[in-house]
């Protein structure tokens, strides 16, 4: 197995992740077929100003895991100041997948949560990415409600 190494950060590394995010970003595009053109029309700086917004004066950790100095993947994750903690973003390049790397970038940021004093932890997964969510059980995140939107060609 290839030299592997995680970097953890604030806010300094969230543009070292943009590309990653990129290809999380068109692989959402392809499983939503209702929001795909919305998907692909944001920016990973529109994303990111988002994150930053949300998180506010709350903490904001990026952890990057390197193969060979390229990165093949990322989590950010924020707490924010009532507490309440969220995985924003999470990828594995699918040429690292099946290597534990996902599992590993969610239990460091399980763990930094916890180290905080974080009293709920939330994520959100697209609609029809079963996969993630199967993922996501063996941390114990379950669904708890289904948001609906209505598409921007279905307004009256």
């Given at each position: ?9 604030g806010a300094e590394l ?34 990111g100003e988002e994150i ?105």
């Open positions: 197995m290839e030299d592997i190494v995680f970097i953890a950060g969230l543009s070292d992740v943009g590309p990653l995010w990129e290809q999380l970003r068109d692989f959402h595009a392809q499983i939503s077929k209702d929001f795909s053109h919305e998907i692909r029309a944001k920016s990973f700086h529109e994303r930053l917004t949300s998180v506010g004066a709350g903490l904001l950790r990026v952890d990057i895991v390197h193969a060979k100095e390229d990165a093949v993947g990322y989590c950010i994750t924020s707490l924010r100041e009532d507490l309440t903690g969220e995985v924003e973003s999470i990828f594995v390049r699918e040429t690292h997948r099946s290597l534990g790397l996902g599992s590993q970038l969610m239990s460091r940021a399980l763990e930094w949560l916890d180290a905080l004093g974080c009293t709920k932890k939330e994520l959100w997964v697209l609609y029809g990415n079963e996969r993630a969510l199967e993922f996501y059980r063996t941390f114990a995140f379950f669904p708890r409600r289904i948001v609906l939107e209505q598409t921007a060609a279905g307004k009256r």
